[in-house]
Structures are given as C-alpha cells and as structure tokens.
C-alpha cells in the first residue's frame, strides 16, 4: 500500500489546493489500526474493508463513504470520512497498477520483496516532502488536524496517535533511503497521483 505522502499528494491534486485539515487526517486514518498492539492481517483487513483477503471494490468503497457521510452534517466530519475513503479507493488502484507491477517485475529473491518495497516507498516520501508543491503546508495542516471516531472501525485517539508518529518519521531525515528508485520511480508515482486524482473527481456524488 502507498504511505503517507502519496495520499497527501492525491488529496493535493483532487481539490486542487491544500486540502482541509479534516480531509488529510482521514486521508491516512484507516492505516493507524497500526498503533495497536499485535494486530492481525484482519484487523488491518477490517479497516481497509478487505472481504475475503481482496480491497472492496470501488463500488463497494464509495457506497460505504455515502453511508458515513449521512452520519452528521457536519463539514469536518465530511471532510473526514472522505478522505478515509480516499485513502482506501487510493490502495485499491495502487495495488491494482504499479503493485501489481512490481510484484511481477522484482529480479530479488522473493524473501527480500518486502524489505525492497519499504526501501523504495520510504524513498518516495522524502522525494515528495521536497518536491511536491504544497506539501509542506499540508503537513503542517495535518499536525494541527482534528480527527474522528469512525465507529466501529477505528477511535480518534488512536489516528492521532498514528498521525503524530507518521509526522515524527519524516522529520528525521536519517528515515531517508538516499536511493534511486528503480520501480516507484518519481514519474511512475505522479503519473500515478494524477490518474487516481482524476478517477475520484468523477465520482461528483460523493464530493458535493
């Protein structure tokens, strides 16, 4: 799945601007089942809404999102559950393209995939953070942002918690690979943002 800063830069390109605080927290929020202890593939499976050890798909996602948006009529709370759906609509597609890729693709020895992959999204997150325009500012707003409960899923305490490690990791420059990605290369990636970005902006029933 993408880490943080590629879900940043889907949240950047859909709206067009910084989105809102509310927005970028829930656009991380299904992957803080993470701070718990001894978690399962299930647990994270459960918050991602995986069925039968696959991502839903995206009709599946999107009708979820309309039932949590018809929760509260309030605007960070909107804001909220859209970006928590966004982040799960965005690891369907990732896994579906430049995952899927790089599984069939990786010359290593199938021990080391994960590792490999680590390394290289780890990279890609640091290339984003310096050259994605407006990143910083999103960064800075998704520090001072406010989260949800999103019963029976995951509590707020909880995202904030994944949200503030997340923001501790890549502040510390010594997180960095300080490699040249050979399969999440900075183009593949954009071209990847972008693609998502535009695939979600075609879903005007779930942003208006």
């Not at 839903?56 to 928590?84: H, M, N």
């Not at 994944?162 to 501790?168: A, P, V, W």
């Amino acid at each position: 799945m993408p880490w943080p800063m590629v879900h940043f830069a889907v949240a950047q390109a859909l709206f067009g601007d910084i989105p809102s605080p509310s927005f970028l927290i829930g656009s991380i929020a299904p992957d803080a089942i993470h701070v718990r202890e001894k978690i399962t593939r299930e647990d994270k499976g459960r918050t991602h809404l995986v069925q039968e050890g696959n991502l839903p798909g995206a009709e599946v996602i999107f009708q979820t999102c309309r039932q949590y948006l018809e929760r509260s009529g309030d605007r960070a709370w909107k804001d909220f559950v859209r970006g928590y759906f966004t982040h799960i609509y965005t690891d369907l597609r990732w896994t579906e393209t430049l995952y899927s890729a790089f599984e069939a693709g990786y010359q290593g020895a199938k021990e080391s995939i994960r590792a490999a992959y680590n390394k290289e999204v780890s990279q890609i997150e640091f290339i984003l953070l310096r050259n994605l325009v407006g990143a910083q500012s999103a960064v800075f707003n998704l520090e001072k942002a406010k989260a949800f409960s999103i019963n029976p899923l995951l509590h707020d305490y909880e995202i904030h918690q994944y949200r503030d490690e997340k923001m501790s990791w890549l502040k510390n420059n010594g997180n960095e690979p300080g490699i040249i990605p050979e399969y999440f290369t900075e183009d593949k990636v954009c071209a990847f943002i972008a693609l998502t970005a535009a695939e979600l902006q075609e879903r005007r029933e779930v942003w208006e």
